[in-house]
């Protein structure tokens, strides 16, 4: 099987705060050259941004919003060759997409565990209200062309999530593998860094789809039957 994997496009609501960064006619070329090249294509998590809406706390309203502003790719997302696994800014899709938290694909290959990621972040666990709320802000913050303010706080997280190599100094891998273990997969696939990674420990590999948003495209190329993987940018 061929499995293409994206994430974080934080798909908004085509004002200020909408942090996708492409044009949508050109990013559907990109998801039908997937299409064609793929037997599925796993949207892994932060697909929808659905946490900046100008109320606080409305996520039904933001991906109510945020699907009418992209609505090509929306109906597309619907196709039977996509699979959807819902991340932390999009967490409401499981209740209005039936979208997991987790899939496990297991065609007689390797074991392959996808899951967003979020469930690693201490303050998503500890207190998510307390997240959500920064995000909203974040929002505000680029309605309201404060986007430096927004930029520093993106690039932060952005290097605390920064890989390494060396999987004793990356808390972010240890989980990861360590859920692939008590899941007995041979494969862990993760979004929610925002940076393309791949990383072999102990006979099991970590792969990291990256972003889509502000403008990036990366994404991950499986092939199961011959069990290759390949981190990649278009």
Not at 15 to 26: I, K, L
Not at 85 to 97: L, P, Q, S, T, Y
Not at 119 to 124: G, P, V
Not at 184 to 208: K, P
Request: proline share 3%; glycine share 8%.
């Amino acid at each position: 099987m061929q499995i293409a994997v994206i994430s974080d496009l934080h798909l908004g609501p085509g004002d200020g705060s909408d942090s996708f960064g492409h044009d949508d006619a050109t990013f559907e070329r990109f998801l039908q050259r997937l299409e064609a090249n793929f037997d599925r294509v796993v949207l892994l998590g932060d697909i929808w941004e659905t946490l900046t809406s100008e109320r606080p706390y409305a996520p039904v309203e933001g991906l109510r919003r945020a699907k009418e502003a992209h609505p090509n790719l929306a109906r597309r997302f619907e196709k039977d060759k996509y699979l959807y696994v819902h991340g932390n800014h999009d967490w409401v899709a499981r209740r209005i997409d039936r979208a997991p938290a987790e899939l496990i694909i297991d065609n007689g290959g390797p074991r392959i565990l996808f899951t967003h990621g979020h469930h690693h972040d201490l303050l998503i666990r500890r207190a998510r209200w307390l997240s959500e709320c920064l995000v909203w802000l974040g929002g505000w913050a680029k309605r309201l062309n404060l986007s430096a303010i927004y930029r520093i706080g993106y690039h932060v997280d952005t290097w605390l999530s920064q890989p390494s190599g060396h999987l004793t100094l990356d808390s972010f891998q240890r989980w990861a593998l360590a859920l692939a273990g008590q899941r007995s997969a041979d494969v862990v696939v993760t979004g929610h860094t925002h940076i393309a990674h791949r990383n072999e420990h102990q006979g099991r590999i970590y792969l990291n789809s990256g972003s889509c948003s502000e403008g990036a495209l990366s994404y991950l190329a499986i092939d199961t039957t011959h069990s290759r993987y390949e981190v990649l940018a278009a």
